[in-house]
């Protein structure tokens, strides 16, 4: 299969990279670090794409037409971490968050799209999140960015489907990564709370990307990837009072730090 990841050199997608690589696709890697050239022959390429500029995706899409002639599967992976309280954390977070982690994948399938329905296949896989689907206190801009690739995913998922082309959504709890590094903001308190929500995490980016292959294999519409992410899904939807129970306990006890 002919890939391409974005946000590809490091955490998730480093691991999906390595996924893909090992059982002999061939993958493009999109992201802002760019590697010295691979020697001829390579199964991996390298492009510099900042999700947010619409040029850098052009040349993507330009770079897979030239080079492979079209594209199996997409997989929009790039994304920041953040949290802030709606009081706290400013406009500027909201814009830096939503164009990184909603519009960012919105450039990607929108780019890709025309090339799909030209070859009447392709799957699009967009990684949002647990937070996609569960709406704690304390995480208002990243919740909506994520709740926003979810709602995105299932419309594509439908809205393409007459042209063969598949769409998944991949929805993780916390699990280790260097996100945390990119954790930014006027909230320091939800900073703190979600760095170490990902640096205590059980789970690593590589056990992750071994069930989101399983699940773009299956192409599944939604791949949820661990035992908290089930468990919270479920609870919302069957068990809601003892999910609203949960969330407003969370919320007491953030707003305690006030």
């Not at 192409?219 to 609870?235: A, M, Q, V, Y």
């Amino acid at each position: 299969m002919r890939v391409l990841v974005t946000g590809g050199a490091s955490g998730l997608g480093l691991a999906l990279v390595e996924r893909f690589v090992a059982r002999g696709d061939q993958v493009l890697v999109g992201d802002l670090v760019v590697p010295a050239p691979a020697g001829p022959g390579s199964a991996v390429a390298h492009r510099r794409l900042d999700v947010r500029e619409q040029s850098d995706w052009d040349d993507a899409r330009d770079w897979v037409k030239q080079h492979w002639g079209g594209l199996d599967v997409l997989v929009n992976n790039a994304g920041i971490a953040t949290g802030g309280r709606i009081d706290v954390a400013t406009l500027e977070e909201w814009q830096r968050v939503l164009d990184v982690n909603l519009l960012g994948v919105v450039r990607g399938c929108r780019t890709f799209t025309p090339m799909f329905k030209a070859q009447r296949k392709g799957h699009i896989v967009n990684v949002a999140s647990l937070a996609g689907l569960v709406h704690g206190p304390g995480m208002a801009s990243y919740n909506a960015a994520k709740a926003g690739v979810v709602a995105l995913s299932e419309t594509l998922d439908y809205e393409l489907a007459p042209w063969g082309v598949t769409t998944s959504v991949v929805c993780p709890a916390f699990f280790r990564t260097n996100l945390a590094g990119s954790l930014a903001g006027e909230d320091t308190a939800m900073l703190a709370v979600a760095g170490r929500l990902i640096g205590k995490a059980e789970t690593d980016a590589d056990a992750i990307a071994r069930i989101v292959m399983s699940g773009i294999d299956a192409r599944r519409r939604l791949i949820l990837t661990d035992r908290l992410g089930r468990r919270s899904f479920w609870t919302k939807r069957l068990a809601r009072p003892l999910y609203d129970r949960t969330f407003r306990d969370g919320a007491a006890r953030l707003a305690r730090r006030d």
